[in-house]
């Protein structure tokens, strides 16, 4: 049976609705969520969420957040996310790009090499979720 699941950030729901299973990048790696799931929390790396309803798959990218598995419910509180479909792949990767040419510039350790350290990270997790909503769509 299918476990209501709400994608939430501070201005928006992204998604509420049963699912059969999710996929999130959680602080200590990816983990899969089916139904019946022990209860759990963990604070999320920015990433590609999957859920699974029968056979449809919808992708999201999240900054980061929090997973909070219970028995009745699964809730995701996440700091920003859209739709992983909304994301244009050849931005992301121009955006991606940017961002190691950026940081190739800096001087390793110093407090802007950090921020463009975080900008790859988001600009690389992006396009992957925008390639894993392309591959979806082909489906």
Do not use: W
Not at 9 to 36: K, S
Not at 89 to 114: C, F, V, Y
């Amino acid at each position: 049976m299918p476990v209501p699941t709400a994608v939430v950030t501070a201005d928006a729901t992204l998604f509420r609705g049963p699912v059969d299973f999710l996929i999130a990048l959680g602080r200590d790696g990816e983990l899969g969520v089916l139904p019946n799931h022990a209860p759990l929390m963990t604070a999320l790396k920015p990433g590609p969420l999957v859920l699974r309803q029968g056979r449809v798959e919808s992708c999201f990218f999240l900054t980061g957040g929090f997973l909070e598995v219970l028995p009745e419910r699964v809730t995701i509180l996440a700091d920003e996310g859209e739709p992983a479909d909304a994301i244009d792949l050849a931005e992301a990767q121009r955006a991606r790009k940017a961002a190691e040419d950026r940081l190739g510039a800096q001087e390793a350790g110093s407090a802007e090499a950090a921020q463009l350290e975080r900008a790859l990270l988001y600009a690389t997790q992006r396009v992957k979720a925008a390639e894993r909503a392309r591959t979806l769509r082909r489906g």
